[in-house]
């Protein structure tokens, strides 16, 4: 029978005898940014917008990002399967009824039907796995592992899945387990954007500190919307559309499902960092981010604006409490500045339900073009002092271009290259 790595390690850790696998790479953990991890859906007679919507499938399709998906014709359809649905009465999500949802590409990022890396990992990944594969043999599936989620929630619907949505979190802490076993090193987690909270909040309300100290090496946390942005109220308003590139998604597509998200809660301008700035600025009246809840209320009234209103009531306080670094976690805040980021939206007329528009003027600020730099370093300036963090920035990226920067995947490659000396009592724990 082979000896399990973990105790291979722990024997040559305490005999001296083979220490090749000392020199094993950490496992790398790649957790994704919003509307960076595919979808794809099984449908079951799910009731759809229009007659050619197809209803019905016995297996899994791919909707997030499709090409075929996002054709004109085709848009509604999407919208209908991407529907997420809160009840606050009974605290539960739903999916559109008889619509079953996942992420697609767990772990290495092959989807079952294409048998092929999804072309939107290889989008945000593929420089950066390019050179880590050169500089230190890392493999997709052996050393490094894409943890695709569904981003449309927040934590909440992260820690079990209910109702057919989430329960990413015992999904994602297995394959840390697995990936730490089969590698005989702590992990490292890497997380862009969206990711970014969502790990923070895996480490701080679901596994526990001594697991924490025993299955992960660092956390690199890339350009963190770490008390929202601006840009998502103008996402609200109708005027963003992510950021993706648009050959990859066209204008104003995931609005209608952003809308709704819970995610989007979190992503949105905390008034705790953001204050009395006005972020909407109207002839009548200026929102500040502690009236975003409100602007919701009053553009979304006869649709999505109670939903969301709701879930800013359950999400937005207890987000805020999460600003602190993890127990046992030792944290690299990466992010990019020096590219104008909107801060303040005019508009020349007061909002309205069913409001969706640009704004007429744009007052710019510091950030990464995406998130505003007062978010980004939220960490260093706001989080209780700890010498388990530390930062670095790299001007002049933005928030996507991070994930290509030869700057940022050279410090990758460098911390990464360290592997902990293995302490074979915590090995058997
Ligand atoms: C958004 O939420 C509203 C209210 O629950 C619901 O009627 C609508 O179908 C949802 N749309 C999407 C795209 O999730
Ligand atoms: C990824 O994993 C799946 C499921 O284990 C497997 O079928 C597929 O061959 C793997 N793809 C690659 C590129 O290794
Ligand atoms: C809204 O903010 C703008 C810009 O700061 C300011 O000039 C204006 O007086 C404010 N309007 C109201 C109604 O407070
Ligand atoms: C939203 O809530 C308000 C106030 O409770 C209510 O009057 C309105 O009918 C609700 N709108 C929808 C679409 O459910
Ligand atoms: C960032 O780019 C601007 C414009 O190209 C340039 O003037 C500036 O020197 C750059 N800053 C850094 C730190 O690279
Ligand atoms: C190894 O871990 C044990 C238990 O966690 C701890 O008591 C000990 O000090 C550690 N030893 C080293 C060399 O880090």
Redesign the pocket.
């Known amino acids: 029978m082979a000896t399990p790595p973990l105790l291979k390690l722990a024997l040559a850790y305490i005999f001296g005898l083979d220490t090749s696998l000392a020199l094993q790479n950490h496992p790398l953990i790649i957790v994704p940014g919003l509307t960076g991890s595919g979808i794809e859906v099984e449908e079951h007679g799910a009731s759809m917008p229009h007659l050619f919507c197809r209803k019905k499938a016995d297996d899994w399709m791919k909707v997030w990002v499709s090409p075929v998906q996002v054709l004109p014709e085709e848009i509604d359809c999407l919208i209908a399967r991407l529907t997420l649905t809160y009840d606050p009465m009974s605290d539960t999500y739903a999916n559109l009824p008889d619509l079953e949802l996942r992420a697609l590409g767990w772990a290495n990022g092959t989807s079952e039907r294409e048998k092929t890396w999804d072309v939107l990992y290889e989008y945000q990944f593929r420089s950066m796995l390019k050179t880590l594969h050169a500089a230190k043999g890392y493999e997709l599936g052996k050393d490094v592992f894409i943890a695709p989620y569904d981003w449309r929630l927040a934590g909440d619907g992260h820690e079990q899945r209910r109702n057919g949505v989430g329960g990413y979190y015992p999904h994602l802490q297995a394959l840390i387990e697995q990936a730490v076993q089969a590698n005989g090193q702590p992990a490292v987690v890497l997380s862009h954007s969206l990711g970014c909270p969502t790990i923070l909040y895996f480490f701080h309300k679901y596994v526990s500190d001594q697991w924490k100290a025993q299955y992960i090496h660092g956390w690199v946390a890339l350009s963190s919307p770490w008390m929202g942005g601006t840009t998502l109220v103008q996402s609200y308003l109708g005027g963003w559309t992510l950021g993706l590139p648009t050959w990859l998604v066209p204008h104003d597509y995931v609005r209608r499902v952003q809308v709704n998200a819970s995610s989007g809660v979190w992503m949105s301008p905390h008034p705790k960092a953001f204050g009395d700035n006005p972020i909407v600025i109207t002839p009548s009246r200026n929102y500040t981010a502690a009236d975003v809840p409100e602007l919701v209320?009053t553009i979304g009234?006869?649709?999505w604006?109670?939903q969301t209103g709701a879930l800013f009531d359950k999400l937005q306080g207890p987000y805020g409490e999460l600003q602190s670094a993890p127990v046992n976690i030792q944290l690299h805040n990466w992010y990019s500045t020096g590219i104008k980021t909107g801060e303040s939206f005019f508009f020349d007329t007061d909002l309205f339900d069913g409001f969706d528009k640009a704004d007429q003027k744009t007052v710019w600020g510091d950030g990464d073009g995406l998130v505003n730099l007062v978010s980004l370093k939220q960490v260093e300036e706001v989080w209780p002092k700890t010498d388990s963090v530390s930062t670095k920035v790299f001007p002049n990226c933005t928030h996507f271009g991070i994930l290509s920067d030869q700057r940022v995947i050279s410090a990758l490659a460098e911390y990464l290259g360290a592997p902990k000396a293995m302490n074979s009592t915590a090995l058997f724990v």
Do not use: D, E, I
Request: cysteine-free; overall charge positive; charged content about 35%.
């Open positions: 209320r009234k006869s649709t604006g109670n």
